[in-house]
């Protein structure tokens, strides 16, 4: 059984913007598929779908067999549990601290507003050491960089103890070596056996750190295969015939 499948999925907004149409594919434990296409090409619906942030218009998403559609209120929190997301403005709350940032990763599993237990403040440290932070953690985040912001949010995630990271353009706004690092560290994450879609802008990062590859283009699925099956002309066909590659 795969560990997730989209099965024929379409989202129209307003009953007018196609954006997403017939897209299927399969993610298999540990993949790192990285979505590929042009801005407005409907990657981050297709990663809101995936965790219902926004709802599909019809189609199907199957996440270890159980219908992600079909589920309830109390399904979906436990769901969302172990998906991790990460955005490409970081989304923290940026005049809280570094730990209680990392500490809100674990807000799906109190069913009640209760304090964090000495055990999920230990394994917030951890996290932040994970991605090298563990100084930074009394400071407040509108106090570090770009790259140093997402690395928090990496840690958040790590938080929930994820089993699938959805990263909707992490990078878009870093410089290409803050890139890069930040690429590295989900990379290191889907070693342990986390599995990651990412949607990115670039080709160089999906050839990096992709094991697979899905390209929209306007709502469509134009590729799926692996990062060195794109050539020329699967580039184009992805990208638009006046692209070339950088
Ligand atoms: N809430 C919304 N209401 C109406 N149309 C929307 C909404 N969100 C996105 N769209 C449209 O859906 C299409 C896909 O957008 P989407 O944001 O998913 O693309 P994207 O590939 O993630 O782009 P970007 O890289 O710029 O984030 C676009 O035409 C966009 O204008």
Do not use: W
């Not at 997730?4 to 997403?20: E, G, P």
């Not at 990657?43 to 218009?57: F, G, H, V, Y």
């Amino acid at each position: 059984m795969s560990q997730l499948q989209i099965n024929n999925l379409y989202k129209t907004y307003d009953n007018k913007t196609y954006a997403l149409q017939d897209i299927s594919f399969k993610l298999e434990k540990s993949d790192f598929i990285i979505l590929l296409g042009l801005s407005g090409s409907g990657k981050s619906t297709l990663l809101r779908c995936i965790n219902r942030l926004i709802e599909p218009t019809s189609g199907d998403i199957i996440y270890e067999g159980q219908s992600v559609n079909k589920m309830d209120k109390t399904e979906l929190r436990l769901y969302r549990r172990h998906i991790g997301m990460i955005f490409q403005q970081f989304n923290l709350v940026k005049n809280l601290t570094v730990l209680t940032n990392v500490l809100t990763g674990r807000l799906g599993y109190h069913s009640v507003i209760s304090k964090f237990t000495p055990e999920e403040i230990d394994a917030a440290y951890r996290c932040l050491k994970r991605v090298g932070l563990e100084e930074y953690a009394h400071k407040q985040v509108r106090q570090l960089s770009g790259g140093q912001q997402q690395r928090v949010a990496i840690a958040r995630a790590l938080m929930q103890e994820p089993e699938l990271i959805l990263a909707d353009e992490p990078v878009a706004s870093l410089d290409p070596a803050t890139a890069d690092s930040i690429m590295q560290y989900l990379g290191e994450i889907n070693r342990e056996g986390v599995s990651v879609i990412c949607s990115l802008h670039f080709l160089t990062l999906a050839r990096r750190y992709g094991n697979r590859v899905v390209g929209l283009k306007q709502g469509i699925k134009v590729f799926e295969g692996h990062p060195e099956d794109i050539d020329k002309v699967r580039f184009k066909e992805i990208y638009g015939e006046e692209a070339e590659e950088i």
